[in-house]
């Protein structure tokens, strides 16, 4: 069982940054996929970016590529996602999510596991 918990969300205008961090509990995080989705409201969950268990690959919507890293610390079983350049349309409860194979780099949600509770983003005009 692995526990995901998001943080870093919050208020910024357009243009500025965030760095959003999703902690995870258990020992085995380090062997597992990572992405985040976005869920503006009224919209469907979106995929945003992944990172396989190493950290070596990863996968961007292309909505935020460019803008967004995402990121691991296994040490500190911590996937970051690094926003830059944010936009009004950035705005949206940002979730991180694992799953068990490690290496899918899925945009599909249905791929993922485990889910933490969201952090909310929101950019101003």
């Known amino acids: 069982q692995v526990q995901l918990v998001e943080s870093g969300g919050g208020l910024v205008k357009a243009g500025g940054s965030l760095r959003l961090s999703c902690a995870a509990s258990?020992?085995?995080?380090?062997?597992?996929?990572v992405g985040w989705f976005r869920q503006a409201p009224g919209k469907e969950r979106e995929f945003v970016a992944a990172?396989?268990?190493?950290?070596?690959?990863?996968r961007y919507a292309d909505s935020v590529k460019g803008r967004f890293t995402i990121s691991r610390d296994n040490a500190k079983n911590t996937v970051y996602l690094q926003m830059n350049s944010l936009k009004p349309e950035d705005t949206a409860v940002y979730y991180c999510?694992?799953?068990?194979?490690?290496?899918?780099?899925?945009?599909?949600?249905?791929?993922?596991?485990?889910w933490g509770q969201g952090t909310q983003v929101t950019v101003s005009s």
């Open positions: 990172v396989t268990w190493s950290g070596d690959f990863t």
């Open positions: 258990g020992r085995t995080f380090s062997s597992y996929g």
């Open positions: 999510a694992a799953d068990i194979v490690g290496a899918l780099l899925s945009r599909s949600a249905n791929e993922y596991d485990y």
